[in-house]
């Protein structure tokens, strides 16, 4: 299968997201 890769990203001061992905 695959490996986990989390990335996070701030796209302003107050509001940010988290994403998970399989490589």
Known sequence: M???S???FS???AFS???T???
Request: hydrophobic share 35%.
């Open 2 to 4: 695959g490996h986990y």
């Open 6 to 8: 989390k990335k996070c």
């Open 11 to 13: 796209l302003w001061v």
């Open 17 to 19: 997201f988290c994403v």
């Open 21 to 23: 992905t399989t490589t």
